[in-house]
T-cell receptor, first 112, second 114 residues
């Protein structure tokens, strides 16, 4: 089945950039997503990228997609303590367009 | 426009009891998805429903789990005869159509089976 992999933990200092990485196995992905989950809360959609794009920028967030290597990254510029959360990568594929396949999440800790 | 509302936020059940989780989609949304998040794991798709129809239940366990989305009222995820392994966070998402780019998630129901 579809496999979405993320590293479990990342720590950065406040003001630095954070880069969260994700790899996936299904080359037929249509959209790839980044969600943020704060403690005790639901998932907030941060951004998404269509599979025919290489990059998408939205304020402090930059998404890079390397379709050849099936690698997705989320860069957060000027990371703030409020960015501390778990970040999930997810993909949708044509065969399973009704649902998303999530990675295990990367816990980002921002050190003041 | 309130977001996706799930209740209860926390639910404790003894083994063998039934758990009923409710999800009220955003206004104007007729598509509902249920996901389960086990501790330290990502979300796993369970079921996709439209009003009065189950469209895709490929992620639902074969026994004890059922879901409905009636014409009126919230979507219900029902777990009969709960076991410890059912302890998880259950998230509901809704969208106005079948597109995942427009899916909004609720805050989840955390089920603990004791």
């Amino acid at each position: 089945g579809e496999d979405v992999e993320q590293s479990l933990f990342l720590s950065v200092r406040e003001g630095d950039s954070s880069v969260i990485n994700c790899t996936y196995t299904d080359s037929s992905s249509t959209y790839l997503y980044w969600y943020k989950q704060e403690p005790g809360a639901g998932l907030q959609l941060l951004t998404y990228i269509f599979s025919n794009m290489d990059m998408k920028q939205d304020q402090r967030l930059t998404v890079l997609l390397n379709k050849k290597d099936k690698h997705l990254s989320l860069r957060i510029a000027d990371t703030q303590t409020g960015d501390s959360a778990i970040y999930f990568c997810a993909e949708s594929i044509p065969a399973g367009a009704n649902n998303l396949f999530f990675g295990t999440g990367t816990r980002l800790t921002v050190i003041p | 426009n309130a977001g996706v509302m799930q209740n209860p936020r926390h639910l404790v059940r003894r083994r063998g009891q039934e758990a009923r989780l409710r999800c009220s989609p955003m206004k104007g949304h007729s598509h509902v998805y249920w996901y389960r998040q086990l501790p330290e794991e990502g979300l796993k798709f369970m079921v996709y429903l439209q009003k009065e129809n189950i469209i895709d239940e490929s992620g639902m366990p074969k026994e004890r789990f059922s879901a409905e989305f009636p014409k009126e009222g919230p979507s219900i995820l029902r777990i009969q005869q709960v076991v410890r392994g059912d302890s998880a966070a259950y998230f509901c998402a809704s969208s106005p159509s079948g597109g995942n780019t427009e899916a909004f998630f609720g805050q989840g129901t955390r089920l603990t089976v004791v």
